[in-house]
Protein backbone atom coordinates (compact mmCIF):
# COMPACT_ATOMS: atom_id res chain seq x y z
CA UNK A 1 0.00 0.00 0.00
CA UNK A 2 1.34 3.62 -0.92
CA UNK A 3 2.06 5.90 1.67
CA UNK A 4 -0.42 9.06 0.92
CA UNK A 5 1.42 12.53 1.36
CA UNK A 6 -0.63 15.80 2.76
CA UNK A 7 -3.08 16.99 0.22
CA UNK A 8 -4.71 13.31 0.44
CA UNK A 9 -8.16 13.45 2.00
CA UNK A 10 -8.22 10.29 4.50
CA UNK A 11 -5.27 12.46 6.54
CA UNK A 12 -7.42 15.31 7.74
CA UNK A 13 -10.48 13.18 8.36
CA UNK A 14 -11.84 11.72 11.65
CA UNK A 15 -11.75 7.80 11.20
CA UNK A 16 -14.05 5.29 12.35
CA UNK A 17 -14.07 2.66 14.58
CA UNK A 18 -13.74 -1.36 13.72
CA UNK A 19 -16.26 -3.15 14.55
CA UNK A 20 -14.65 -6.97 14.63
CA UNK A 21 -11.83 -8.13 13.78
CA UNK A 22 -12.72 -9.79 10.77
CA UNK A 23 -10.58 -11.50 7.96
CA UNK A 24 -10.18 -8.30 6.25
CA UNK A 25 -9.03 -6.49 8.94
CA UNK A 26 -6.71 -8.43 9.74
CA UNK A 27 -5.38 -8.52 6.22
CA UNK A 28 -5.83 -5.22 6.04
CA UNK A 29 -3.80 -4.72 9.77
CA UNK A 30 -1.10 -7.30 7.97
CA UNK A 31 -0.65 -4.66 5.12
CA UNK A 32 -0.29 -1.90 7.15
CA UNK A 33 2.59 -3.68 9.35
CA UNK A 34 4.23 -4.61 5.57
CA UNK A 35 3.82 -0.47 4.69
CA UNK A 36 5.79 0.63 7.97
CA UNK A 37 8.11 -1.82 7.82
CA UNK A 38 8.85 -1.29 3.90
CA UNK A 39 8.57 2.68 4.22
CA UNK A 40 11.71 4.43 1.86
CA UNK A 41 12.42 6.46 5.40
CA UNK A 42 12.31 4.62 8.29
CA UNK A 43 9.10 5.20 10.61
CA UNK A 44 8.45 3.92 14.04
CA UNK A 45 4.49 4.12 13.47
CA UNK A 46 1.80 4.38 10.87
CA UNK A 47 -1.90 5.25 10.98
CA UNK A 48 -4.42 3.79 8.29
CA UNK A 49 -5.02 7.27 7.30
CA UNK A 50 -1.91 7.44 6.11
CA UNK A 51 -2.26 4.80 3.73
CA UNK A 52 -6.12 6.45 2.30
CA UNK A 53 -8.21 4.47 4.74
CA UNK A 54 -10.13 5.96 7.78
CA UNK A 55 -10.03 3.04 10.07
CA UNK A 56 -8.99 3.52 13.65
CA UNK A 57 -6.03 1.34 13.41
CA UNK A 58 -2.32 1.91 13.97
CA UNK A 59 1.05 -0.09 13.22
CA UNK A 60 3.77 0.76 15.62
CA UNK A 61 7.37 -0.59 15.80
CA UNK A 62 8.93 1.56 18.95
CA UNK A 63 11.69 -1.38 19.85
CA UNK A 64 15.01 0.32 21.13
CA UNK A 65 18.03 -0.84 19.61
CA UNK A 66 19.96 -3.00 22.38
CA UNK A 67 22.22 -0.14 23.03
CA UNK A 68 19.28 2.50 23.60
CA UNK A 69 17.21 0.88 26.05
CA UNK A 70 15.63 3.50 28.08
CA UNK A 71 16.77 3.09 31.92
CA UNK A 72 12.61 3.57 32.95
CA UNK A 73 10.59 1.30 30.46
CA UNK A 74 6.83 1.87 31.66
CA UNK A 75 4.72 -1.01 31.71
CA UNK A 76 3.02 -0.47 28.27
CA UNK A 77 7.01 -1.06 26.84
CA UNK A 78 7.40 -3.88 29.00
CA UNK A 79 4.14 -5.83 28.04
CA UNK A 80 4.38 -4.59 23.72
CA UNK A 81 7.80 -4.12 23.01
CA UNK A 82 8.34 -8.18 22.40
CA UNK A 83 5.60 -8.01 20.41
CA UNK A 84 6.56 -5.66 17.92
CA UNK A 85 6.07 -4.42 15.11
CA UNK A 86 2.59 -5.00 16.11
CA UNK A 87 -1.16 -2.98 14.98
CA UNK A 88 -3.21 -1.69 17.63
CA UNK A 89 -7.25 -2.09 16.87
CA UNK A 90 -9.10 1.25 17.91
CA UNK A 91 -6.42 2.54 20.32
CA UNK A 92 -7.79 5.90 22.40
CA UNK A 93 -5.56 7.34 25.36
CA UNK A 94 -7.65 7.23 28.48
CA UNK A 95 -5.49 9.68 30.48
CA UNK A 96 -2.45 11.93 30.24
CA UNK A 97 0.68 12.77 32.18
CA UNK A 98 1.14 16.59 33.42
CA UNK A 99 4.58 16.62 33.18
CA UNK A 100 5.71 17.32 29.16
CA UNK A 101 8.51 17.15 26.80
CA UNK A 102 9.20 18.83 23.67
CA UNK A 103 11.04 17.15 21.00
CA UNK A 104 11.35 16.72 17.48
CA UNK A 105 8.71 15.23 15.39
CA UNK A 106 8.15 14.16 11.50
CA UNK A 107 6.04 11.95 9.73
CA UNK A 108 5.41 9.47 6.86
CA UNK A 109 3.07 11.50 5.07
CA UNK A 110 4.80 14.98 5.19
CA UNK A 111 8.21 14.27 4.07
CA UNK A 112 10.99 16.58 4.41
CA UNK A 113 9.44 18.59 7.58
CA UNK A 114 9.60 18.22 11.54
CA UNK A 115 8.72 20.26 14.06
CA UNK A 116 9.08 20.67 17.97
CA UNK A 117 6.16 19.29 19.62
CA UNK A 118 4.88 19.39 22.61
CA UNK A 119 3.35 16.50 24.22
CA UNK A 120 2.49 14.62 27.32
CA UNK A 121 5.84 12.32 28.93
CA UNK A 122 3.09 9.52 29.78
CA UNK A 123 0.15 8.40 28.47
CA UNK A 124 -2.95 5.63 29.59
CA UNK A 125 -3.70 3.31 26.34
CA UNK A 126 -6.72 1.52 25.46
CA UNK A 127 -6.62 -0.92 22.69
CA UNK A 128 -7.36 -3.67 21.49
CA UNK A 129 -4.48 -6.08 20.40
CA UNK A 130 -4.81 -8.43 17.04
CA UNK A 131 -5.76 -11.28 18.91
CA UNK A 132 -8.67 -10.00 20.37
CA UNK A 133 -7.42 -9.33 23.43
CA UNK A 134 -8.14 -5.42 25.21
CA UNK A 135 -5.33 -3.78 27.03
CA UNK A 136 -5.14 -0.62 29.27
CA UNK A 137 -1.58 0.39 29.84
CA UNK A 138 0.66 2.72 31.02
CA UNK A 139 2.86 4.13 28.76
CA UNK A 140 6.26 6.33 28.40
CA UNK A 141 9.17 7.10 26.08
CA UNK A 142 9.02 6.85 22.76
CA UNK A 143 5.99 4.55 22.83
CA UNK A 144 4.04 7.17 24.25
CA UNK A 145 5.19 9.92 21.86
CA UNK A 146 4.43 7.87 18.77
CA UNK A 147 1.28 6.74 20.52
CA UNK A 148 0.05 10.14 20.43
CA UNK A 149 1.25 11.31 17.04
CA UNK A 150 -0.46 8.15 15.72
CA UNK A 151 -3.72 8.53 17.29
CA UNK A 152 -3.52 12.08 16.53
CA UNK A 153 -4.14 10.77 12.61
CA UNK A 154 -6.86 9.11 13.53
CA UNK A 155 -8.62 12.31 14.24
CA UNK A 156 -6.96 14.29 11.23
CA UNK A 157 -4.41 16.27 13.43
CA UNK A 158 -1.38 16.39 11.73
CA UNK A 159 2.04 17.24 13.89
CA UNK A 160 2.68 20.31 11.93
CA UNK A 161 -0.59 21.17 13.25
CA UNK A 162 1.21 21.40 17.23
CA UNK A 163 4.50 22.63 16.08
CA UNK A 164 5.33 26.47 16.68
CA UNK A 165 3.59 28.92 14.23
CA UNK A 166 7.05 29.65 13.08
CA UNK A 167 7.85 26.21 12.17
CA UNK A 168 4.68 25.65 10.48
CA UNK A 169 4.91 28.82 8.55
CA UNK A 170 8.84 27.38 7.84
CA UNK A 171 6.63 24.29 6.41
CA UNK A 172 4.12 25.79 3.66
CA UNK A 173 6.02 25.74 0.83
CA UNK A 174 7.32 22.05 1.16
CA UNK A 175 3.44 21.36 2.39
CA UNK A 176 2.48 22.64 -1.21
CA UNK A 177 4.69 20.78 -3.14
CA UNK A 178 3.53 17.45 -1.09
CA UNK A 179 0.06 18.70 -1.77
CA UNK A 180 0.96 19.09 -5.75
CA UNK A 181 2.92 15.23 -5.64
CA UNK A 182 -0.39 13.94 -3.90
CA UNK A 183 -3.14 15.04 -6.56
CA UNK A 184 -0.55 13.84 -9.20
CA UNK A 185 0.00 10.83 -7.82
CA UNK A 186 -3.81 10.41 -7.41
CA UNK A 187 -4.66 11.27 -11.03
CA UNK A 188 -1.97 9.14 -11.63
CA UNK A 189 -3.59 5.59 -10.04
CA UNK A 190 -7.39 7.00 -10.96
CA UNK A 191 -6.70 6.79 -14.91
CA UNK A 192 -5.14 2.75 -14.38
Do not use: W, Y
Request: one cysteine or more; a negative charge.
Amino acid sequence: MRIVFHGHPALRRKSEPVEALTEDVRAFADRLLVSLQESEVPGVGLAAPQVGVNLRMIAIDTRPSDNNIPPNLSQGEIMLNPRMPMVLVNPEILSFSEETETLCEGCLSLPGIDGEVKRPVNVLLKATLMDGSHIVVQCGNLLARCLQHEIDHLDGVLFIDRAPRDQQKEAEHTMKLLKKRELKLEEKENSQ
